[in-house]
Structures are given as C-alpha cells and as structure tokens.
C-alpha cells in the first residue's frame, strides 16, 4: 500500500515536523511502500501532483532539515470540499488520483477547515463503502483554537516565539528614564491563546505585561485609557498585549468598529490594525511616549526560536497518525490530551474529525480576570510546559538552512 | 583611579557587551581601582546616580547574561551638551562629579549625539587645561551610519536578526500558489544598511529580496509598481525590502510626501509607515494578495539570534577603549578597521571624536543598482562576515534569561 500526506491552512513551525513523523512512521511499517507528498494540499491531490518523498528525504540531514523549516514544505491551499450529497464529482476524482497510484491512507495536516474535509472525505467512503482508502487528519494551527486537543501542534512554537519577543521588548521598553506605553499585537482574530502566551514572562519575574486583552472579552477604548493610565502610576514602561481580534461590545473588531469613519485622502476606508489604532488613541488621550509593534508572520514562521516541546510532539502525532491509519482507523482526527501539568505528561488519541471540523476553541472564561485586562495565573501554568526546549537552527552563512521541495 | 562608565542612544543587542569590554579591561588593569555605572547616559553622571559594578557583576553567570540582554543595562538618554563657550555650569559640575568620585576616565558607548558629548567634554578639558579626566568613546548603532569605523557594535546583530527574519518570511511567503507580494520595512531612518543585510539570504541561494529600496536614493511610487508587476513575472512570491526613511526626490519621506493630505474621521492627520502605504498602493494598483511586515524594535532587541561576531567585537572595543584611556588617549573614538573580507580580519583603532560626531555614513551609491532597486554584490561582500556566529541564550522557562541592574 501507498500512502499520501498533504499540509493545508496557514504555515506554521511545526507543519513539517508533522509531515517528518508521517514519512518516518511510512519507512518504518513493511506494510507501506511510497510515501507521496502532494502539493498545495488536497489541491494537490485533486491535480495529481504527487512527489515521493523518498526522493527528496534522502537522507538525516535532509530530515533534520526539515524539523528546522518553517512554513510547509509541500505548499498549502484554502480549499474546502463541497458536500458530496450535493456535488459528488470531486470526490470520485480524488478516489480515482488514489486508485491510480495505490493510495490506501491519506493523511491530512491542517486546521479546522482541513478536518472537515477530513471529515467528509471519509463520510463520502463510509456512505459509499469504500473501505480500502483511510482518511486521518492530523492538526496545526499557531491559533490553537482546535476543540478536543489539548493544544495544537505549531502552537507551542508561536507561543515560545511570543513570550520570547515580548520579554526582549520589555528590556527595550526600560531603557528610558521618561513614561512610555508599548503595545503588543498578536495573532488570533477570534481565539486569544497566542497573547495569553505574553504571560509566560512573569515566570521569570517580569511584571509585564501589565495589560492583556483577548478576543474572548468585550473591549472598551474608555475602559482601556483608564486601565493604561492606572498602569502608568505603578510602572515606567507600561506592556500591553492586545489581540489582533478583540471586539466591541457588538461584536465587530475594534479596530473596524472605532475606524469605520476613517477615509484616507484618496477616499479609500482604510483600516490600520488594533495596535496602531491603540497607540494613536494613548497618543491622543494620555499624551506619553507611545509605541506599537505587530508580531506579524514571524509568530508563525520563526523556527530559529521553536519549541523543542512543540516539534517533538508534532512529529510524534504525525507517526501516532499513520499508527492509527494502520490498525484501521478513518475519518478521525488525532488530538492531545495532556495527563499532567508537572511534571508535563501528555499522550496522544484520536476523536471522530467531525469533533474537530469548523469549530473553535476560545480561551476560557475562568481563565480571564474580572476586570478583563489580563489572564489568570493557570492560563500560565497550562502555557509553560508547551514553550519548553529549543531545537538550534542549522546556519549557513550566519542564516538558518531550511529545506525545500518542488 | 576610578572609572566611570555609561550608555546612550537607542537600544541596541551589543551595548551591554561594550560595557562588559570596559569592565573587564578595567577589573584587569592595576591602575583602575572602581568602575562605575552611570544610570541613563550623561544624566546619571549630573545626577551622581553612580553604579559599583563590581557589585552587580560579581561572577562569570552575571557576566555572561550581561552579553546575552538587549537593550543597555544602565539605562539611555538623549540628551546633548551645550556648547562650553555658552553655558559651562553643567561642565564645571560633570567635572565635580567625577572629581568627588575619584573618576579619571569616562566611557560613553553611544551613537553620534554621544561622541558629540566625547567630543565637547574633552575640549572643554582640553581649553581648561584640565589633563587628569580622559573622555573616550565607544560607538554603537543598529543603523552602521558612524563616520570613520568600518562598521558599527550593534550592526551585525540587528543585521543578522534582519537576514534569518528575511529568510524566514520567504519561506512563510511562498506557501500558496496564488501570485502575492510581501513588502518587508526595516529600520533606516537616513541610511540604508538594515535594509540590505536581508540581501545576505542570497548566499545561501535564495533569489529573493527581490527589490531592495534604500533612503540614499530618490523613491518613485510610479516607478515601485513597474518594479513590482516585472518581478511577478518572474516570481510567484515577490519579497520587498524597504526601508522605513525611503524619500521622495524632494528629499520628504515618502511615507509623509505622499500620506499628507490624509486625514481620518477625527480631524488628524495620521501617517501609516512606509509598508503599510506600499501595501495599500499594491492593492490599489495590482489587486494582488499583499501584506506588509515592519521588523520594529525587534531589530535592535532579538538578542536570542544576536551575531556572536558583533557581540565579541562590542566586548573588544569596550576593553581597547580602556587600554587607549591607560595609554593617555582622550578625545577620540574607538573605530574598527577591516583589514580583509575573506578571511574577516578587523582591528581597532580611534580617530578624534569630532570626526564621528553628528554625521551620518550612508550606504556607498556605487553599492546600489543603476535603477535604484537593488544593491550590489559587494555589499553583501561587506555585509555577510558581520552576520558570522551565533552566541545561544541562557534560557529559563522556556524564555530568554536576561541581566538587570538597578
């Protein structure tokens, strides 16, 4: 039997690690022969673009390599398959690219959206009886917001990226004598794990960040120059970590609900992100020393910084994955469940995709203060083990090596 | 003799590595006795806010974290000297602080405001005859624009922070298969050399940056969207790099020349950066998937990927500094000179301070192309050995460790 694996949904850290335990977990079994990777995910399946990774995974360099790159080797897409009551054609089409190149398990590395076509996929089988073709999605995303798994493999990386950046940016914020306010933007537009990660400093003894706001809870302009100024009365350099994502009472974004009367001279509405909306509103209100900073793409591609926790584990699920396939699992998503917080335990399971599909999990409300300004000390405690360990690049001319494939 | 020594300017990865090159030059030296810290520059020396180092570097662990923490231990300032024919009170009591702490020489690490402060309280000295307080400098800037030295403590982190960044984003860039640009601002106020060190990714075989704009040349929106749409031809991930002080060949920013008129919903007017109006342009005039990524003060404080080649060369010139001052030098500024590319040898020398007082050196016209959009190689020629070596964090929980004093 072959096997198939594809990457799909935003880049992550770990996305490649979960694909190397796949290709290491294939070598491994006799009942496997290729490997095939196929490009731009399900889009690469559907247009037969097929590489095997035997070729390109030559060797432990190569694989080590790959650990170390950030983004996805095979390419992603943002497809997601119709219902196939509705529409059946592509799924005949994508069985017909298995058939043809022997493909009896497909592995499908994603968020929410690539469960669901994991989902599908396998529900398309199963109404259909087909049972020779296994259908397993193994998840990523740096949002950790999937439901059932402890956390999401690329998380930790992105958390550990965060917490390191922020505690190098406190060190810059305290270099003057004068007050100052600096404003952290993190990822996560509906879910505010990423920013809660900013907490993992005070475990070393930082103070900061002094404020953090999480999409989970309403945000108030009037409220926040209020928080910011009772702030500034206790610390020099006020750290504030804010979500790309937090939202007005209604529900709409900030940074769209208090920017949607702005036009730019050539009437275009132009937005600017919640952390420069910030920044001009503590500039207007308060008058100090004020400054933003968008963590942007390096949250999710910084592997020079990844968590050896959260690499270690991607590629561990990516081999539980194919384990699972092989006793004769489908249309299942493989999770974590975490046993123990200290020492850190954790093992892996599956759970039907459909658990896993379209659905998010927030932060949890018991895990924010009253006031909604920051996060409670257990956030922090389920954050830490997930940041730990780090896996040294491997550099070429002062630069990280990554590896490609095309 | 005591010693005293201080930090001035913005924040850089190196500047504490310059003070640890002044303190261990002076613990070794019989002749030096206490080496103070002055808290924020030239302030702490008015304010007799001095520092007994020897009480804060009391081991090999302190010391090593001191070269691993970003930003400067003692505190900054901005704050510039009066001219002595003027105003000479804040001259006759810096002296009677150095003379009530027994200090017979100053060392200021700093930009080119700071070795004006070299050079106006040495020649106050000079013209008062006063020969026992020796006055030293010792540069550090991200932005490498120091007169004289070859090169800048301070450049070589953030420029490699750029290129491993750089490096990263591409591989986050070229994700899908869409057509997209991603327009990366570096830090540049005036000149252009944080931008071009993410040109050192091409020695290890990337083609992109694929456009490079530097301040030192006139910058054209008209002619950025030309450049933009050939490079799509070429490229499905079109990488720009920008930096943040581009002009208008009026000599304006061109962030400011061509966002003046924009005002939002409130009455004022609000500047985007660079990248963010080059993003919007992009979208306006291409229609294509674009995004924008401002490096930020993560250039000048990511001390976890700081280049081991800057760090050890900010600690030498710190102790060359001393042993100058021993040797009766005052007045001047220590400066490196490259001796060889290939191999890298460097040494150090100085050169009077006034020469490397409130000037800038910009990035060489014959280093950029002939159409203004690109660098050449002999830049990355220069660039690349500054970038060499990596120095590993001490890590706890998961996160940079760092050095305070206070």
């Known amino acids: 039997m072959n096997i198939a694996v594809a990457q799909s949904g935003g880049p992550t850290c770990a996305i490649n690690a979960s694909l190397g335990g796949v290709f290491r977990a294939g070598k491994r079994s006799e009942d496997i022969d290729r490997i095939y990777g196929a490009l731009n995910g ?6 037969d673009q097929l590489v095997d990774l035997s070729g390109k995974l030559t060797d432990d360099n190569n694989y080590e390599l790959l650990l170390r790159t950030p ?23 994508i069985t017909d690219i298995f058939r043809k190149n022997g493909i009896g398990m497909f592995f499908y590395i994603g968020g929410n959206d690539s469960m669901d076509t994991v989902a599908k996929l396998s529900a398309y089988y199963r109404d259909n009886n087909i049972n020779d073709i296994r259908v ?5 995303t740096i949002d950790n917001d999937l439901c059932v798994t402890d956390h999401c493999p690329g998380f930790g990386s992105a958390a550990k990226y965060v917490a390191a950046t922020v505690q190098e940016i406190t060190r810059d914020s305290n270099v003057y004598s004068i007050p100052s306010v600096t404003i952290i933007e993190c990822m996560g537009r509906h879910a505010g794990w990423l920013t809660a990660a900013s907490s993992c400093i005070r475990a070393n003894g930082e103070s900061a960040p002094h404020l953090i706001y999480l999409p989970e809870r309403a945000f108030s302009a009037d409220r926040f120059i209020v928080d910011v100024k009772r702030q500034m009365q206790r610390h020099r350099a006020v750290i504030v970590a804010v979500s790309e994502g937090i939202k007005t009472p209604d529900g709409r974004f900030a940074a769209e609900s208090y920017q949607s009367a702005k036009k730019d001279a050539f009437g275009h509405t132009y937005l600017s992100g919640i952390g420069k909306f910030l920044e001009n509103l503590v500039s207007d209100e308060i008058g100090c ?9 390096m949250q999710r591609c910084s592997s020079h910084i990844a968590s050896l926790t959260d690499i270690q584990e991607s590629e561990r699920i990516g081999e ?3 384990e699972a396939g092989l006793s004769g699992k489908t249309g299942c998503t493989m999770v974590f469940r975490r046993d123990s917080n200290a020492p850190y335990t954790c093992s892996i399971e599956s759970t039907d995709a459909l658990n896993t599909a379209n659905s998010e999990k927030f932060f949890p409300a018991e895990w924010i203060n009253d006031d909604g300004n920051d996060i409670m000390p257990a956030a922090t405690e389920y954050l830490l083990p997930l940041i730990q360990g780090e896996i ?15």
């Open 392 to 406: 040294a690049p491997v550099m070429k001319n002062g630069i990280p090596m990554h590896l490609t494939i095309e």
């Open 136 to 140: 397993i999605g193994i998840p990523k």
């Open 42 to 47: 399900i889009e690469g399946i559907i247009g």
């Open 71 to 93: 983004s996805a080797v095979l390419g992603s897409c943002r497809m997601k398959l119709p219902d196939y009551h509705k529409e059946s054609a592509v799924y005949e089409h």
């Open 289 to 297: 020393k004020v400054r933003s900073i968008e963590l942007n793409v």
């Open 320 to 322: 539980a994955a194919v």
